[in-house]
């Protein structure tokens, strides 16, 4: 760690940890309802539980996002956060608009939008929030001292997450209409910029973990890029096969979302390739593993198995079934869970001093959770199967469908609990390093404010801008 202000950063990855817990505890809920075990229907009925699951997810990988651009964009701008104070103001408001729309869920304060259940008044809360970080960062690499490939991907990555929240709030009452603009903030943000987020933040990881030269390293980001925006605008159609817009969108929508795997493949094969070709001398191999882990099960997860139903003629049978939820859990996982675990297990040694990265239950973490991972998706691959042949091919009721595949359930609550396991063992190991204290990089004997106030290092100085 560099500056002072990339501490904020610890605050964000804490919040990770906490609202991440509490997205298992629904899960848990709703994987025992779907096994026939609804006991919590009264105070918890499924749909609370479900809108509570999937929000909090995006709430701490949103807090994971921010916290790595606080810690990351310093670093490649050579400067302190512009606004410091503003950060630490940022995350308690979003820390606040989180809990409130989380309570808000269990009263029925909710907008019943798969997603973006968040209640408008909040959403304009969530609006401003994201403003103040975006032009904090925005105004940081303005101001810094070089910019890099990497920060600028970051950023436009950022800035356009906020601006398709946007989209989302447009006011209708026609229901192909209201589809039709959810799915630019659902789709154009995983399968769109949240790639961008995710493709700056493995270039970070890249560079710091291998010691691979930044060129070579940014080149490949272009490639991101580029395929992202090939397929991933126009693959927005395919959610639009049975919502009443234009039957062209079944051509457009399977034609180009067909394409998308390539840039998850082109993630991987960067991650795996400079992993390769680098030097492996950085001894947090904990956050490498995290690094080439998301590229490889982001492929997996968003690329192999959303290929899987992608194409009309597959998507007429699989369509709102548990084979999209086997979906969803991988990519999710894959691509940005494991890519905000992956910058947390790099930065906490950094900013807490503890270097506590090579203790035997980060590595516990990382093989456990992925393991459970892959048992859960195969466990809601069997019983999303067995829906679409029973409810799509032998015409059974959907209720009666539910029925017969509460065993695999059981299976899934297995492959949960060890999944949790691994959790666990993260995050004892994110406790352990305590406090975000550490001393700045080389600022022995030194007063931090003297040392951050130091003008760069001579060679960055000497290259302003790449
Ligand atoms: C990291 C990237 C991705 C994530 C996080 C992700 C996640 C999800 C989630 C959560 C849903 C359910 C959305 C809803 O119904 O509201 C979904 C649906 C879908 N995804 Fe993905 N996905 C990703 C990438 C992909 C890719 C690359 C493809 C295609 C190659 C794909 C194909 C689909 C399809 C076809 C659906 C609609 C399923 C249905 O009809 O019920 N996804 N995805
Ligand atoms: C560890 C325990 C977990 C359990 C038991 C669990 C279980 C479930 C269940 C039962 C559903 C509802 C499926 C339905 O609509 O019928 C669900 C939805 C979902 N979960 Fe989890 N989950 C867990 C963890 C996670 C994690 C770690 C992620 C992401 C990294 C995740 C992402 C999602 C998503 C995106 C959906 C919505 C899927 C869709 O739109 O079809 N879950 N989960
Ligand atoms: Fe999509």
Redesign the pocket.
């Known amino acids: 760690m560099k500056y002072e202000s990339q501490r904020v950063a610890w605050y964000f990855f804490a919040t990770c940890m906490l609202l991440f817990s509490l997205q298992i505890v629904y899960g848990f809920i709703m994987g025992f309802a779907h096994a026939g075990h609804d006991v919590l229907h009264e105070w918890i009925p499924f749909h609370t539980a479900r809108a509570t699951h999937t929000n909090l997810l995006v709430m701490w990988l949103l807090a994971g996002f921010m916290g790595a651009a606080y810690f990351i964009v310093p670093e490649e701008a050579d400067r302190e956060l512009y606004w410091p104070k503003l950060a630490y103001v940022q995350w308690a408001a979003l820390v606040i608009v989180g809990v409130t729309a989380v309570i808000g869920f269990h009263f029925g304060w909710w907008e019943g939008r798969k997603f973006l259940e968040i209640p408008r008044p909040l959403d304009y809360l969530v609006v401003v929030d994201v403003l103040a970080f975006v032009i904090n960062i925005g105004m940081t690499i303005w101001k810094g001292r070089r910019v890099t490939t990497t920060s600028s991907v970051l950023f436009f990555g950022l800035l356009m997450a906020a601006v398709l929240y946007l989209p989302g709030m447009i006011p209708t009452d026609n229901q192909t209409m209201d589809s039709y603009w959810r799915?630019w903030v659902?789709?154009l943000w995983?399968?769109g910029v949240w790639e961008l987020i995710m493709g700056g933040i493995l270039s970070y990881l890249l560079i710091k973990l291998t010691g691979m030269d930044r060129e070579i390293v940014e080149k490949w980001l272009y490639v991101i890029v580029g395929l992202t925006f090939l397929s991933?605008i126009l693959?927005?159609g395919?959610?639009y096969y049975f919502i009443g817009t234009p039957r062209y969108w079944l051509m457009i929508g399977g034609i180009f979302?067909a394409l998308?795997p390539l840039a998850f493949l082109g993630m991987a094969m960067y991650a795996i390739t400079i992993a390769r070709r680098g030097g492996r001398q950085h001894p947090n191999r904990t956050a490498l593993a995290w690094t080439v882990g998301c590229g490889v099960i982001s492929f997996v997860g968003a690329g192999f198995l959303?290929f899987a139903h992608?194409i009309p003629q597959v998507n007429l049978y699989t369509h709102g079934t548990l084979v999209t939820a086997m979906h969803g859990h991988m990519a999710f996982w894959g691509a940005y869970a494991m890519l905000v675990l992956a910058i947390i297990a790099y930065a906490t040694p950094a900013l807490t001093g503890r270097r506590l990265h090579d203790r035997p239950a980060a590595t516990f973490a990382f093989w456990t959770s992925n393991i459970g991972m892959i048992a859960m998706t195969l466990a809601l691959a069997v019983a999303g199967v067995t829906q679409v042949v029973l409810e799509r091919r032998v015409g059974m009721e959907f209720l009666d469908v539910q029925r017969e595949i509460e065993m695999h359930f059981w299976g899934l609550i297995m492959a949960a609990a060890l999944f949790t396991l691994g959790i666990g063992a993260y995050i004892w190991n994110f406790v352990q390093h305590g406090w975000p204290k550490g001393e700045l990089e080389g600022g022995e004997g030194q007063p931090r404010q003297e040392i951050a106030k130091q003008p760069a290092s001579d060679d960055a100085a000497a290259v302003p801008a790449e």
Do not use: A, I, L, P
């Open positions: 799915w659902v789709h995983v399968e991933g693959g927005t395919h959610h979302s998308e959303g992608t």
